[in-house]
Nanobody, 113 residues
């Protein structure tokens, strides 16, 4: 069974940065696509960024220019570097393995004004 464990969330002031990590178990990591989602209180879960097995990336409009998704296949880890954070980025951030459908448990990001 594939497990995804997110880390790196926390409390940061507006304008600050955080790097989220998503560590995955399993030997087929390099062939899988991964997406980062977020869910703010009272709102639906929304896509933030995605990365495919070849390293191709896509971003939500809200993330373009501020967030960078990357992967380190030998470490079985996907990252989300978040810069110029805004209070509107406050949410629980989840990663998802799009090949298996598995979700991580989420990591809380709180941006204070």
């Amino acid at each position: 069974q594939v497990q995804l464990v997110e880390s790196g969330g926390g409390l940061v002031q507006a304008g600050g940065s955080l790097r989220l990590s998503c560590a995955a178990s399993g030997s087929t990591f390099s062939s899988h696509d991964f997406w980062w989602y977020r869910q703010a209180p009272g709102k639906q879960r929304e896509l933030v960024a995605s990365i495919n097995s070849r390293g191709g990336t896509n971003y939500a409009d809200s993330a373009k220019g501020r967030f960078t998704i990357s992967r380190d296949n030998p470490k079985n880890t996907v990252y989300l570097q978040m810069n110029s954070l805004k209070p509107g980025d406050t949410a629980v951030y989840y990663c998802r393995d799009m090949n298996t459908g598995y979700w991580g448990q989420g990591t809380q990001v709180t941006v204070s004004s």
